[in-house]
Antibody
Framework: EVQLLESGGGLIQPGGSLRLSCAAS????????MNWVRQAPGKGLEWVSG????????YYADSVKGRFTISRDNSKNTLYLQMNSLRAEDTAVYYC??????????????WGQGTLVTVSS | QSVLTQPPSVSGAPGQRVTISCTGG?????????VNWYQQLPGTAPKLLIY???NRPSGVPDRFSGSKSGTSASLAITGLQAEDEADYYC???????????FGGGTKLTVL
């Protein structure tokens, strides 16, 4: 079964750091670009970051550029999101999502269940 | 304010047809970038419904269809069913932002 399982969320104070992980199974992880998408409570979806198959290409939304770092370990079938200098507005459910694999489309065909990050003092 | 504009809500009776619009601009949909659509049922992760403007992934009923014209795209749902009640999001690439963008979402209510 194709599956993505996020972990690492929790309550963190403003200015703090957190690392999210996403364990993939059921597909050839190293063959697909991966993304993080977040959803603030009661709000819509926001693309956060993406990474290509090798990890050599990384992309970020302006709202997190310079604070978040996406990475992947293809030997462990795991995607990461290192989040630094966290702000209250980063509070959201964070989803990892697999790219469909068609170049230029950006469609996300497999999603994890999400992990909640709450930034509050 | 989302780069892609969707109506906050739409509604329809069972069996009817509804459409959800997604309006962008010259740096996203109008630039030729494809549009994807997602369905998010309450309390669950989003699910891919349409990719590349008009294509349905395996398992998505043909009641769901997508189209694109100029700077806008639309999702049509025919034969509306109670289980279609959900939030729907469009997505495309924006060259000005150099990243993927989502619409603000549309809540579909089945009357």
């Amino acid at each position: 079964e194709v599956q993505l399982l996020e972990s690492g969320g929790g309550l963190i104070q403003p200015g703090g750091s957190l690392r999210l992980s996403c364990a993939a199974s059921g597909f050839t992880f190293s063959s697909y670009a991966m993304n993080w998408v977040r959803q603030a409570p009661g709000k819509g979806l926001e693309w956060v970051s993406g990474i290509n198959t090798s990890g050599g290409g990384t992309y970020y939304a302006d709202s997190v550029k310079g604070r978040f770092t996406i990475s992947r370990d293809n030997s462990k079938n795991t995607l990461y999101l290192q989040m630094n200098s966290l702000r209250a507005e980063d509070t959201a459910v964070y989803y990892c999502a697999k790219d469909l694999g068609i170049v230029g489309i950006g469609a996300l065909d497999i999603w994890g269940q999400g992990t909640l990050v709450t930034v509050s003092s | 304010q989302s780069v892609l504009t969707q109506p906050p809500s739409v509604s329809g009776a069972p069996g009817q047809r509804v459409t959800i619009s997604c309006t962008g601009g010259s740096s996203n949909i109008g630039a030729g970038y494809g549009v994807n659509w997602y369905q998010q049922l309450p309390g669950t992760a989003p699910k891919l419904l349409i990719y590349g403007n008009t294509n349905r992934p395996s398992g998505v009923p043909d009641r769901f269809s997508g189209s694109k014209s100029g700077t806008s795209a639309s999702l049509a749902i025919t034969g509306l069913q109670a289980e279609d009640e959900a939030d729907y999001y469009c997505q495309s690439y924006d060259s000005s932002l150099s990243g993927w963008v989502f619409g603000g979402g549309t809540k579909l209510t089945v009357l």
